[in-house]
Each structure stands twice: as structure tokens, then as C-alpha cells.
């Protein structure tokens, strides 16, 4: 009997460790996964565009509501306010100048300090993208009049016409190659064209779906986004050297990709609100997470991807913090089951351990086991039960120290907060006015 019962304590003592093992490492992981961090920047209308000036460490932000922002060290340095939403924005470092493509057919040329206007391009059309030698004596520019006429201009420096093309698709988005010699090109029927500065294509790739976005991948290769959110990075001779799609169970638009310079992970925005983090490696997606409106952009800053979207927000993302977090997203699921498992074996254990809770565990044992035929049949109703009467209230229980709410509900997103939501409950005084209106209703 004491050998018994000596076993059983140390079955205890041994699950306990279990437990607490779990839930350390559940903490452990929890915090792991949190690699987003809101930046203190504040447009104060939706945000759409960034770029980053590496030597003058300038960032800069376009609206969809006109505004043009430069921010150093979090801080507004200067703004300018056109007359529609902006829709392209690139660096020329030998000038030192910032050109911005407006949809009020304006091409802004301003200097990166100071935000003062150097030039004011009359385009005349509705661009939908454009890039610039790194000279900054060529622009290209893919443009739009109504939706059956489209065109593909070359411009100097000046803003002088060269050579206008007409072009038998809408391009959105279009970028010149590393030589500055050819450019790609993408287009709403799902064509990735590299061609000459004449229009001239030399070599093309055919998909299925819409070009959505082009982003260069490494020397001579390029990220291409499609519609149905599969991405292919082409060579220069426009072969296919790696496909994809975010494995994830969610019906979105894609937005925009992102590729980080050591080549490691795809970054795939949506209009959903979704930001899906993809390894190259192992085509399959690591990370997951939700922001308040669409994402439109990103850029890579000192190892950090800078994200903002439809809305006045700009988080960035750790990718030093990547790799444990797609340890995370395997190992939390895991954990989440083994917590629960131990902490009732424990408690098992422990009532074993002691000789009167043993009596009535064996008889109870007993009778079940005489029983067994009728319990058998309960099992539906005890399951029945178990799901919509106690589960419920586990769950809220549980979800009350965590930030679950309609924007966070993954297992990526979920996160613990302890105490931070009973807090906000009383100070925020609804609660407290609630319980006067029931104590009133009541009397």
C-alpha cells in the first residue's frame, strides 16, 4: 500500500514538472512570436507608399489623400500636399532628389532634405507606375487614358517625351533592369515582358492571373505577384526559377510583395488586412498576422520590413526574430494540448496519492466499469454538453488574458496580456456604468 502510494506521488511530482515545463515554454514561445512593433510615425490620412533614403536615413511616406511626407529619427523633417492620391515614389541619389508621380498627372522632382520643389513635370496622362535611371536623366512611365488606351513613355531628365508607346493592356507596375538598358514590365493580362527602351520585347512570361506587383529578387532576377496570390521569381531570360503560393486557408486579394535583401523570406501583403511571411527555403509560410486596413507597401530598414497601408499606421517587423517564430507557430499548437493534458494528470495523480480520494476514484472506477453499456450510450450527451456548455466558458475564461478579438484570433496573433483587459474594463467606465444601470433595474 505505501509503495502504492509513494508511486503515485511520484507520478505527481513528475507531471507537475511536466506542467510547469509547458507552460514555461509556452510563454517562451508566446513572446517569441511577437516581432511587430508599431512605429511612432503619424501621417494622419491613409498611407500607401514607402521609401527610404539609406545615406540621409530619410523615410518617406505617399497618401492615397494627397499628402507627401519625409520623416528622420521618427520626426518630421517636410511635407508637400498635391491635388490626388500619390502612386510612385524613387530615390536618385546622384542628384539627391525624391520623384514622386502624383495621379494628378504631375511628376514632382524635390530635394531629399529640404522638400523643396526642383522640378514640376506636367505628364498630362494617369500614370500607374514609374521608375528612374540612377542618373536620374531617364524616367519611364506606364500611364492610362480611360481604360482601353494605355501607354509606356520614356522621358529625359527634363521631362521631355523621347519615345511614347502605345501599349495593347494596362501596365501597373514596371521597373528599369540592373543595367538600365531593358525594363520589365507586367500587365493586367497576366504578361511579364522584359523590352528595350523602344517597346521592343525581347523576352516574356506568360501566367494566369493579373501582374499585381514586380520586385527584384536578387542580381537579375525578379519577384513577380500575381492576382491569385501565387508569386514566380523570373530570370532575365523571363524562366521561371521558383514558385509559390501562401499556404494559408484565407480567401484574399494580394496587394503587393516583398522579397528582404538577404533573399530568405517573401513578404505577401493583401487587401484583406493579411501580411503572410513565406520561407524560401522551404516554400512554406512561417508567419502570419493582421493589421487595422489593407497593406500597400514595404521596405527593408536596418534588418527591419517596414509595413504601413489603407490607414495612418507604420509597424515594422523583426526578421531576426523570424526563425523563432516559425518554431513558435509549430510548437505552440503542441503545447496548448500538452498543458491541459499534464495539469489533469497531475491532479490525477495527486488524488491517487492520497488514500481517501483513491477509495472513491476505484469506486467510481468500479461502477463505470459495471455500468459501462449505459455510460456508452451517454457519451453523446456528455460530449454534447462538454462543447456548448463548458467549452464556451473555458474559452472566455481563457481568451479574458489574452488580446483575442476579431483582428487577432491565430495562434500566431494570440498573445498573452494577464491582467491589461480587466484594467481597461474599469477604467474605461462602461462596465462600472453598466452595473449602476442593473443595480437600478434591479431596485
Not at 197 to 217: K, R
Not at 319 to 335: E, F, R, S
Not at 411 to 433: D, H, V
Amino acid at each position: 500500500m505505501k509503495k502504492t502510494k509513494r508511486i503515485w506521488k511520484y507520478a505527481a511530482v513528475v507531471f507537475l514538472i511536466f506542467t510547469v515545463i509547458s507552460i514555461f515554454f509556452y510563454l517562451r514561445f508566446s513572446g517569441s512570436r511577437d516581432i511587430l512593433r508599431s512605429e511612432e510615425i503619424s501621417t494622419g490620412v491613409q498611407n500607401r507608399l514607402l521609401t527610404y533614403d539609406e545615406t540621409r536615413e530619410i523615410l518617406f511616406m505617399g497618401s492615397y489623400q494627397n499628402k507627401l511626407a519625409a520623416y528622420q529619427n521618427n520626426k518630421l523633417i517636410w511635407e508637400f500636399e498635391g491635388n490626388g492620391p500619390f502612386c510612385s515614389l524613387k530615390i536618385c541619389e546622384e542628384k539627391g532628389s525624391l520623384y514622386a508621380a502624383n495621379e494628378d498627372n504631375h511628376i514632382y522632382v524635390f530635394d531629399l532634405e529640404d522638400g523643396s520643389v526642383e522640378k514640376d513635370i506636367n505628364f498630362g496622362k494617369r500614370m500607374n507606375d514609374m521608375d528612374i535611371s540612377r542618373d536620374g536623366e531617364t524616367i519611364v512611365v506606364s500611364s492610362s487614358v480611360g481604360k482601353m488606351k494605355h501607354y509606356l513613355t520614356v522621358l529625359d531628365g527634363e521631362g521631355n517625351i523621347l519615345r511614347e508607346e502605345k501599349s495593347g493592356s494596362r501596365i501597373p507596375v514596371l521597373a528599369f533592369t540592373d543595367d538600365e538598358s531593358r525594363l520589365i514590365a507586367g500587365n493586367n493580362r497576366g504578361e511579364v515582358s522584359i523590352m528595350d527602351l523602344e517597346g521592343n520585347v525581347e523576352a516574356s512570361y506568360a501566367g494566369s492571373y493579373p501582374v499585381i506587383d514586380i520586385t527584384e529578387a536578387g542580381e537579375d532576377e525578379w519577384l513577380v505577384l500575381f492576382g491569385d496570390t501565387s508569386y514566380t521569381i523570373l530570370n532575365s531570360n523571363m524562366e521561371a526559377q521558383e514558385q509559390g503560393t501562401p499556404d494559408s486557408e484565407q480567401s484574399v486579394t494580394p496587394t503587393c510583395i516583398y522579397t528582404d535583401q538577404s533573399g530568405k523570406y517573401i513578404f505577401e501583403g493583401t487587401e484583406e488586412r493579411y501580411l503572410y511571411v513565406i520561407s524560401r527555403e522551404s516554400g512554406g509560410l512561417i508567419y502570419e498576422t493582421r493589421f487595422d486596413s489593407s497593406v500597400s507597401d514595404m521596405i527593408e530598414i536596418d534588418g527591419r520590413i517596414y509595413i504601413t497601408g489603407l490607414g495612418d499606421w507604420l509597424e515594422s517587423l523583426d526578421m531576426a526574430g523570424l526563425d523563432d517564430a516559425k518554431m513558435a507557430g509549430a510548437v505552440t499548437p503542441v503545447l496548448q494540448v500538452l498543458m491541459p493534458v499534464f495539469s489533469v494528470l497531475f491532479i490525477f495523480c495527486l488524488l491517487m496519492s492520497i488514500g481517501k480520494s483513491r477509495k472513491q476514484i476505484l469506486k467510481l472506477g468500479k461502477a463505470l466499469w459495471k455500468y459501462k453499456l449505459a455510460y456508452i450510450l451517454l457519451i453523446p450527451t456528455f460530449v454534447l454538453i462538454i462543447l456548448f456548455n463548458y467549452v464556451p466558458i473555458f474559452m472566455a475564461f481563457t481568451r479574458a488574458f489574452t488580446n483575442w478579438s476579431i483582428n487577432n484570433y491565430t495562434p500566431s496573433q494570440i498573445q498573452f496580456t494577464g491582467l491589461e483587459n480587466f484594467r481597461m474594463m474599469i477604467s474605461e467606465g462602461y462596465f462600472l456604468t453598466g452595473l449602476v444601470n442593473l443595480l437600478i433595474l434591479l431596485v
